[in-house]
């Protein structure tokens, strides 16, 4: 017994360490490519906070600024604080833009639940869903969307057309070419209520198109005739909360919610218009994805939006639409059936970021007697059921006093913003974006409390 | 000794035993993030086949034919072949796009090679590459497109510019709007030799531009003063090899070079023009991921292609710029280090489908004396080392005889294709896409041989 047992627990060794060389060699292809895969990605990534601003030399300066971050976050040193604080105090804030930066720790903390996977073989064609008028929307897109709308509960979408574009910017250039008539001798006059998004004046005159014009501030507009309006609520830059102000009978409406989710403002209705934008950068944080979507009414716009979208692009990254819909759809997963929100819920940790991000605000303009902010009324949110103030994603910040050029104030003080004269508006007030990384937000009102004239 | 040994053994079986335990769960746990990865996008793919033509009746027509092909592909049994004759009798073949189907085979032999993962925290900002003034570039797609250029040798890159672009479409109209005077009180001349593509006008026109107007055939633009000529090289529709014709000093080129690769054209020279427009759609057949580039020698030209894009679509999808990165290397991997093609190259496979197809199709061609077709002479290839015809990505078909309507004919015989007129040419001419699935193009040659008049 005992001979025979000696070999058969050599042979029991022999095939369990062959096994052992097995696996491990196999885990090692496995690894390869896993990690060959996620190397690939992490290396995209490192260009991730290279940022800039438009102009030339604003591009510099935040060039500058991003190397300064990134040497104080890698160095541990006994003498960390000191030199983070000497450096900070020459670094520029740049809050010009709205980039939503502020979102990145959440979606690290959903760890693979948001990994997007695609092969080589998928989306070869230009066509999604030959069903659908809008013939290059993904069917996933359309139902991710469909589904957070139901579950937050701030637009109607049941009947109604959903069109994806390229980001929301060019779905407002669809819809202005698809409300312009285009047999007529003039332009179609486009205006909105100042303080106004700065781009909507750029976006509708820069290739003189014959279609539309730009009509300038909504309060003034006295012109007969038909005329589009653009409603922008809750409002960028101010934050208010908006209707048309020019209600005439031959007025078409273009509605852009873009900032009309839990985490800025209270969803106090359900909007139901005919012609309403969204986009992912501002509800989940995705800007670098270029997506958003149209919620519209009626058959014809919806056709013709497709069409400008086929003429100017031919249909939107199918990427793009696969990687918003699996997103959308995990934010929908972190409420139950019912709408509670479970541990990780996504616009709870907006909504506590965003309240503790305007307190901090608050109190750093109290500091000082140069600055005010607008103040908004509280209602009850129907999603979130309590009753709040709303958060927008961007300050707009008035100095005070004979401080007549904002703009240049804060520059003056190494921070970046957008003076009020981009958005139709008085020079004595800039835009601030609320969604940058913490650290630069924390920098913004520390130094912004020690401001003295 | 013998004592001393058994134990050690046993230790070592144990701890063996151990390991398999932990490396079998460790694979177990690695592949199920693989698959759930891999099923998560199996279930995206779904949608890929469902097509559609533009207009809503070819829509319909279309969507039959799809699902006939899928019923014909799904079933096996004995009367298969019968089966197939005469569903096929029946079936629509719709070639009238130029989707490149085709390519969808290559790209599954490709496997895993071509997969790309992007996790959910990535690509949340707007920029890509502060120090390019493309800033919303990712700097590994730009080196994707360097690195192919050098190893095909279709086109200088050192010292140019690269403006990634939501495909060639999006480019163009970049292109046209850098190239425009900002101030001149006429819009810009824009021409091309016809037949020229077809949506050049309706992409120059649809926005009324004050900035830019269609003015046809480049042969008969007889306007003074400043123009812009588009020169596309292998032409669609035709595929003749082209340079420019006006030939006047005020004359600004824009050269669209979709179809100069290996599989199409011998690649008899290095283009080295001021604005050159390419995209994955026509090199690599990824039409759905919408990107393009552009390669530009001018400075301020691609500057003002970028702020196009950012009043367009405020840049481009981050993910499809990685996926398209990942395509191109791959396809440059299919080459060694001295451009000597590996056993599956891309490239080659590409010019083997096209040469047998075009071989088909001319052999089809002669069973009747209804139709010609253009012929090319033959030219060296740099890259590939062999001399060889032309076969482009369409079939410039001519309808001989007192067939005057090709389109209508073509569509009696249940074949779709883009009449010459949408080409400012003769309607006794049809385009026909040459990159569609193999049972469509064997379908549409087996058809076009058996039409008696």
Same mark, same amino acid.
């Given at each position: 017994?005992? /001979?025979?047992?000696?070999?058969?627990?050599?042979?029991?060794?022999?095939?369990?360490?062959?096994?052992?060389?097995? $696996?491990?060699?196999?885990?090692?292809?496995?690894?390869?490519?896993?990690?060959?895969?996620? &190397?690939?990605?992490?290396?995209?990534?490192?260009?991730?906070?290279?940022?800039?601003?438009?102009?030339?030399?604003?591009?510099?300066?935040?060039?500058?600024?991003?190397?300064?971050?990134?040497?104080?976050?890698?160095?541990?040193?006994?003498?960390? #604080?000191?030199?983070?604080?000497? %450096?900070?105090?020459?670094?520029?804030?740049?809050? /010009?833009?709205?980039?939503?930066?502020?979102?990145?720790?959440?979606?690290?903390?959903?760890?693979?639940?948001?990994?997007?996977?695609?092969?080589?073989?998928?989306?070869?064609?230009?066509?999604?869903?030959?069903?659908?008028?809008?013939?290059?929307?993904?069917? /996933?897109?359309?139902?991710?969307?469909?589904?957070?709308?139901? $579950?937050?509960?701030?637009?109607?979408?049941?009947?109604?057309?959903?069109?994806? &574009?390229?980001?929301?910017?060019?779905?407002?250039?669809?819809?202005?070419?698809?409300?312009?008539?285009?047999?007529?001798? /003039?332009?179609?006059?486009?205006?909105?209520?100042?303080?106004?998004?700065?781009?909507?004046?750029?976006?509708?005159?820069?290739?003189?198109?014959?279609?539309?014009?730009?009509?300038?501030?909504?309060?003034?507009?006295?012109?007969?005739?038909?005329?589009?309006?653009?409603?922008?609520?809750?409002?960028?830059?101010?934050?208010?909360?908006?209707?048309?102000?020019?209600? !005439?009978?031959?007025?078409?409406?273009?509605?852009?919610?873009?900032?009309?989710?839990?985490?800025?403002?209270?969803?106090?209705?359900?909007? #139901?218009?005919?012609?309403?934008?969204?986009?992912?950068?501002?509800?989940?944080?995705?800007?670098?994805?270029?997506?958003?979507?149209?919620?519209?009414?009626?058959?014809?716009?919806?056709?013709?939006?497709?069409?400008?979208?086929?003429?100017?692009?031919?249909?939107?990254?199918?990427?793009?639409?696969? !990687?918003?819909?699996?997103?959308?759809?995990?934010?929908?997963?972190?409420?139950? %059936?019912? &709408?509670?929100?479970?541990?990780?819920?996504?616009?709870?940790?907006?909504?506590?970021?965003?309240?503790?991000?305007?307190?901090?605000?608050?109190?750093?303009?109290?500091?000082?007697?140069?600055?005010?902010?607008?103040?908004?009324?509280?209602?009850?949110?129907?999603?979130?059921?309590?009753?709040?103030?709303?958060?927008?994603?961007?300050?707009?910040?008035?100095?005070?006093?004979?401080?007549?050029?904002?703009?240049?104030?804060?520059?003056?003080?190494?921070?970046?913003?957008? &003076?009020?004269?981009?958005?139709?508006?008085?020079?004595?007030?800039?835009?601030?974006?609320?969604?940058?990384?913490?650290?630069?937000?924390?920098?913004?009102?520390?130094?912004?409390? !020690?401001?003295?004239?």
């Amino acid at each position: 017994m005992a /001979d025979k047992k000696k070999p058969l627990s050599r042979h029991v060794l022999i095939l369990s360490l062959s096994l052992n060389i097995g $696996l491990i060699l196999r885990l090692l292809y496995v690894d390869e490519n896993w990690e060959a895969e996620r &190397g690939i990605h992490a290396a995209f990534c490192m260009e991730d906070n290279h940022q800039q601003t438009g102009g030339a030399s604003k591009l510099e300066i935040y060039s500058q600024v991003i190397g300064k971050m990134k040497s104080v976050s890698s160095s541990i040193s006994p003498s960390y #604080d000191t030199r983070m604080q000497v %450096e900070n105090r020459d670094r520029i804030v740049n809050l /010009d833009h709205g980039d939503p930066t502020m979102y990145q720790s959440f979606w690290e903390q959903m760890g693979d639940k948001t990994t997007v996977v695609i092969n080589g073989w998928n989306f070869i064609s230009y066509f999604s869903d030959a069903k659908n008028l809008c013939w290059f929307v993904e069917p /996933d897109f359309v139902r991710a969307v469909v589904r957070l709308h139901k $579950l937050v509960g701030n637009a109607i979408t049941q009947g109604r057309h959903i069109v994806v &574009g390229t980001g929301s910017s060019q779905l407002y250039q669809a819809a202005i070419y698809a409300l312009s008539p285009n047999e007529s001798p /003039d332009p179609m006059s486009v205006v909105s209520a100042a303080p106004y998004y700065s781009s909507y004046p750029l976006m509708t005159d820069f290739l003189k198109s014959g279609l539309h014009k730009w009509a300038g501030d909504a309060q003034n507009f006295s012109k007969s005739g038909p005329y589009i309006e653009l409603v922008t609520t809750p409002n960028n830059p101010d934050g208010s909360t908006r209707g048309a102000v020019v209600n !005439r009978n031959e007025g078409l409406l273009v509605h852009d919610y873009a900032y009309f989710w839990p985490q800025y403002t209270p969803i106090s209705f359900v909007a #139901d218009e005919e012609l309403m934008l969204f986009t992912v950068s501002k509800s989940t944080g995705h800007a670098g994805t270029r997506i958003g979507w149209a919620v519209v009414k009626d058959e014809e716009v919806a056709r013709k939006m497709t069409k400008y979208i086929e003429l100017n692009t031919i249909g939107v990254s199918k990427e793009s639409q696969i !990687r918003a819909a699996k997103i959308l759809n995990v934010v929908a997963d972190t409420y139950d %059936e019912l &709408g509670n929100p479970k541990e990780d819920a996504f616009f709870e940790h907006g909504y506590r970021i965003m309240t503790k991000r305007w307190n901090q605000l608050r109190e750093a303009v109290k500091r000082n007697n140069l600055f005010s902010l607008p103040k908004f009324s509280s209602s009850f949110c129907n999603f979130s059921h309590r009753k709040y103030e709303a958060n927008p994603a961007f300050a707009w910040l008035k100095c005070e006093g004979d401080i007549e050029d904002c703009e240049k104030f804060m520059r003056e003080h190494k921070i970046l913003t957008r &003076g009020g004269k981009h958005f139709g508006f008085s020079t004595k007030y800039v835009r601030i974006s609320m969604l940058d990384l913490d650290a630069n937000f924390d920098l913004f009102t520390e130094r912004l409390s !020690r401001i003295r004239q």
